[in-house]
């Protein structure tokens, strides 16, 4: 797959979105928060997992999300 393709597959607004989320390192393990969606100002729900700090982040409005 080129790169060109593989960007193609990325929701568009994707990178507002991330670009809004707290560096990991800037949250503790264990700790929630709700943000301002940096895609289209809706509140995103964010939690970083206790046990092995893995990152859950989802808007309620525009639906974008991440998992690690």
């Not at 597959?9 to 969606?37: H, M, Q, T, Y």
Request: aromatic content about 8%.
């Amino acid at each position: 797959m080129t790169e060109e393709e593989n960007d193609n597959d990325i929701p568009e607004g994707f990178w507002k979105f991330i670009g809004g989320l707290p560096a990991s390192k800037d949250v503790k393990n264990g700790e929630r928060r709700i943000l301002e969606c940096g895609n289209c100002g809706g509140k995103v729900y964010y939690s970083k997992a206790e046990n092995n700090g893995h990152i859950f982040a989802k808007c309620c409005k525009c639906k974008m999300e991440i998992m690690q």
